[in-house]
């Protein structure tokens, strides 16, 4: 299994119930070939610049562990979901 760090934007003006829902949604993604080792919800940032018209945004960073194929389905689900308006997937180095 390799090392990955994901992050992602939300709109800001989403409910807790919302943001949870993406949460478990990814969550449940990652755990279906891998394990989640660390969730850090940075809660709302001003953004480095406007995107969709909005000047914050919800971040939120997951590092876990998995196969090739999880980092491709959560790309696939974040692009295609409306709330949330930025990811990026890094894979780590091993050291």
Avoid at 5 to 26: G, M, Q
Avoid at 58 to 77: A, G, H, M, Q, W
Wanted: glycine fraction near 4%.
């Amino acid at each position: 299994m390799r090392n990955y760090e994901l992050i992602y934007v939300l709109r800001p003006n989403l409910e807790e119930e919302a943001k949870t829902a993406v949460l478990d949604k990814v969550k449940g993604i990652i755990e279906s070939s891998g394990e989640v080792v660390k969730v850090d919800t940075r809660g709302t940032r001003k953004l480095a610049y406007e995107i969709e018209k909005l000047t914050e945004g919800y971040y939120v960073l997951i590092n876990f562990k998995s196969t090739t194929e999880v980092p491709k389905e959560i790309d696939r689900n974040l692009k295609i979901m409306d709330n949330a308006i930025r990811h990026m997937i890094v894979k780590l180095d091993e050291k």
